[in-house]
């Protein structure tokens, strides 16, 4: 494997490591350490548990201090919004991370989109660890700032706070008086790599169908489709 600059990585999350192996750690994967087990760093995932927690605690203090007047359960979903593998991986193609990890053979030919959202999530929670070992707590709350809480306006404007199955379970009680139900329609493509179809339920009206690569991810692809075809949002 060519070396890797991490100069250039650096400068995308605008912090400049003082112990660079800290943010080296940060991208390897343990897979990575299978076929390379004298490379000079461990994998990242203490720092991923680390991460992890700096995230939350910086995400909630914000959270408390700018909304004095919502309540815990607002608080809490708009935590989740931004702190989930979803929202971590979408800040990753700006800051380049991908081209940087440290990946075993196999792992870096797996095309799988919803492995690699794992992979890449945790490393930015790995990289928030680095940076908060390296630089202290306020660079770890810039970094999140930055990148994390600046798209809140755009999750509070769009809503995709919301839990779409819950949104539309409670939708369907109330203006329909039936709780929806889901079926499996069709699984497709090899064990490792499935597809499957479900479809939406009031009933035995269906309502619209949706996909993904586990049931709960189609699910909640049908409940979005419903909610916008009925006009519930």
């Known amino acids: 494997m060519a070396k890797k600059d991490l100069k250039d990585l650096q400068k995308k999350l605008g912090v400049k490591f003082k112990d660079e192996s800290l943010l080296k750690q940060a991208l390897v994967h343990r897979s990575y350490l299978n076929e390379n087990p004298s490379f000079e760093t461990g ?11 700096v995230l939350e605690l910086v995400v909630t203090e914000f959270l408390y201090l700018q909304f004095t007047d919502r309540p815990e359960g607002d608080l809490t979903s708009w935590r989740a919004s931004l702190v989930n593998s979803k929202m971590l991986y979408e800040i990753t193609p700006d800051l380049g991370i991908e081209e940087f990890l440290y990946l075993s053979k196999g792992e870096a030919r797996d095309k799988n989109k919803k492995s690699r959202q794992f992979i890449l999530a945790d490393a930015v929670e790995a990289i928030i660890g680095a940076v908060y070992l390296d630089q202290g707590t306020e660079a770890a709350k810039k970094f999140i700032l930055d990148n994390i809480i600046s798209r809140l306006d755009k ?31 069709k699984e497709e493509g090899p064990d490792h790599d ?33 909610i916008k075809k009925l006009n519930w949002f």
């Open 194 to 226: 499935k597809i499957f179809t479900v479809g939406l339920y009031l009933g035995e009206e269906l309502i619209c169908e949706g996909g993904g690569s586990s049931k709960q991810e189609a699910q909640v692809q049908a409940a979005t489709t419903g």
């Open 155 to 185: 999750i509070l404007a769009n809503q995709t706070f919301l839990d779409p199955k819950s949104c539309f379970q409670e939708k369907a009680q109330e203006v329909r008086g039936i709780t929806p139900h889901y079926e499996i329609l």
């Open 43 to 53: 994998h990242n995932e203490r720092l991923e548990f680390l991460g992890d927690a």
